[in-house]
């Protein structure tokens, strides 16, 4: 099964569409909220180097943004 986990911030249109995207497919996924738990943006830079969203982290592999987005 694949592992997914997608770093969101509210309001942001390509974390929205990253999730919708998942969901459709049918694909679990983890979210994790930076503007909800800031503590959570030290694990985001370290698992993507960035402080930007989406970060979508698929069985270990980083893709940072969503369709040219992010």
Known sequence: M??????????CPYCKAAMEQF????IRYN?????????KIDE????????????????GKVTVGFNGGG
Request: avoid cysteine; charge should be neutral; aromatic fraction near 2%.
């Open 44 to 59: 985001l830079v370290k698992v993507a180097g960035v402080r930007k969203v989406p970060v979508i982290v698929e069985d």
């Open 31 to 39: 979210e994790v909220n930076v503007s909800r738990d800031s503590g």
């Open 23 to 26: 969901q459709q497919q049918n």
């Open 2 to 11: 694949v592992s997914v986990t997608i770093y969101t911030k509210d309001g």
